[in-house]
T-cell receptor, first 112, second 117 residues
Framework: DAMVIQNPRYQVTQFGKPVTLSCSQT?????MYWYQQKSSQAPKLLFH???????NEADTPDNFQSRRPNTSFCFLDIRSPGLGDAAMYLC???????????FGQGTRLTVV | AQKVTQAQTEISVVEKEDVTLDCVYE???????LFWYKQPPSGELVFLIR??????QNEISGRYSWNFQKSTSSFNFTITASQVVDSAVYFC??????????????FGTGTRLLVSP
């Protein structure tokens, strides 16, 4: 059974139109991460939550926001998507320190 | 700063061949973790192995084996008798610790492995 679920798998949005990607987990992990992976590139961390504490990477654009209403769910909001934001967005969770991160299947975002 | 280099962009082999994927890393941390993940066409990153910086023992799991050499900052991955289902992008990653105490994965650029019948 999937432990980290991302919806939708594919999302098409218009240039400048806000879009929200969702992630849920059944692992009860404290930490949830959002990574951005552009075509043929490595995943890049955007931000992470430790419980409700939000931690932004220094180079994450202001256009990207996140919400975590409870342990199980985390959302990625892109306020005004540009063509350069087209990518695979990967959600991951982490439990106790030093364990591996568990990834969802990703949401592939297309901006038209 | 931490960095992971996977110099091989793409490797093509024929089924049953052995193949080694190279990974070289840079870090100033004395304690760190190294990972390999597999990314099949479906997109998710599948965890394969974690190795901490104090454990240089090589590991074998079925057809997979890993060679960690701290002296050369390398963590190479070998698939023995490759199969078509091994076709995927493989990422090597290094963990650093964020101010929350939890790890941040820094990924290499990945190696695409194509195994043909």
């Amino acid at each position: 059974d999937a432990m980290v679920i991302q919806n939708p798998r594919y999302q098409v949005t218009q240039f400048g139109k806000p879009v929200t990607l969702s992630c849920s987990q059944t692992l009860n992990h404290n930490v949830m991460y959002w990574y951005q992976q552009k075509s043929s590139q490595a995943p890049k961390l955007l931000f992470h939550y430790y419980d409700k504490d939000f931690n932004n990477e220094a180079d994450t654009p202001d256009n990207f926001q996140s919400r975590r209403p409870n342990t199980s769910f985390c959302f990625l909001d892109i306020r005004s998507p540009g063509l350069g934001d087209a990518a695979m967005y990967l959600c991951a969770t982490g439990g106790e320190m030093n364990t591996e991160a568990f990834f969802g299947q990703g949401t592939r975002l297309t901006v038209v | 700063a931490q960095k992971v280099t996977q110099a091989q962009t793409e490797i093509s082999v024929v089924e049953k061949e052995d193949v080694t994927l190279d990974c070289v890393y840079e870090t100033r941390d004395t304690t760190y973790y190294l990972f390999w993940y597999k990314q099949p066409p479906s997109g998710e990153l599948v965890f394969l192995i974690r190795r901490n910086s104090f454990d240089e023992q090589n590991e074998i799991s079925g057809r997979y084996s890993w060679n960690f050499q701290k002296s050369t900052s390398s963590f190479n991955f070998t698939i023995t008798a490759s199969q078509v289902v091994d076709s995927a992008v493989y990422f090597c990653a290094l963990s650093g610790f964020m101010n929350t105490g939890f790890q941040k994965l820094v990924f290499g650029t990945g190696t695409r492995l194509l195994v043909s019948p």
